[in-house]
T-cell receptor
């Protein structure tokens, strides 16, 4: 079974902390994505990457950065976490006839 | 991605066919119709996609009208585990958002009743 694995299911961090969310895929996909999902707002694209060391801004990149040093790993970085970044974060990779999503990381910033 | 319109919610009896409609009247010729679903507290799951022809896989069937302005996802024998939010997306890339991401709308909350 192909997999996208997110390192943490639940995370609680303090305001101002630097936060790393890790995502690993085992499908040798070029394209990887980070979304956040909030009630009433649906899924919104933060950043994506179509190759190692390449990154592109999505719809809501402010307050985030990403790193893709290896093809299988795509990291989302919150440089200085804020309470409005409390959300469900979803990683995905493609292609394979559709995206494959991870199970998500529910981040709470207090 | 072309805009899609779906009902906010639908009910279906367990064991019956669930038919989820999607309107995509502004779809362009190179845009595929993709369906995903999201079960509570999980990541979205790919279901099926199509361009012009009807498609079927082990999960569902996709019926696309001849003018491609709408489509219907059919779950032939719905079970309680099919309760989820179902997203219809029109996107120009074969792989369903190959390099520039998918635009998810609000979707349809399908509730399967026992």
């Amino acid at each position: 079974d192909v997999k996208v694995t997110q390192s943490s299911r639940y995370l609680v961090k303090r305001t101002g902390e630097k936060v790393f969310l890790e995502c690993v895929q085992d499908m040798d996909h070029e394209n990887m994505f980070w979304y956040r999902q909030d009630p009433g707002l649906g899924l919104r694209l933060i950043y994506f990457s179509y190759d190692v060391k390449m990154k592109e801004k999505g719809d809501i990149p402010e307050g985030y950065s990403v790193s893709r040093e290896k093809k299988e790993r795509f990291s989302l970085i919150l440089e200085s976490a804020s309470t409005n970044q409390t959300s469900m974060y979803l990683c995905a990779s493609s292609p394979t006839g559709g995206y494959t999503f991870g199970s998500g990381t529910r981040l709470t910033v207090v | 991605d072309a805009k899609t319109t779906q009902p906010t919610s639908m009910d279906c009896a367990e064991g019956r066919a669930a038919n989820l409609p999607c309107n995509h009247s502004t779809i362009s010729g190179n845009e595929y119709v993709y369906w995903y679903r999201q079960i509570h507290s999980q990541g979205p799951q790919y279901i099926i996609h199509g361009l012009k022809n009807n498609e079927t896989n082990e999960m569902a069937s996709l019926i696309i009208t001849e003018d491609r302005k709408s489509s219907t996802l059919i779950l032939p024998h719905a079970t309680l585990r099919d309760t989820a939010v179902y997203y219809c997306i029109a996107t120009p890339t074969y792989s369903g958002g190959g390099a520039d991401g998918l635009t998810f709308g609000k979707g349809t909350h399908l509730i399967i009743q026992p």
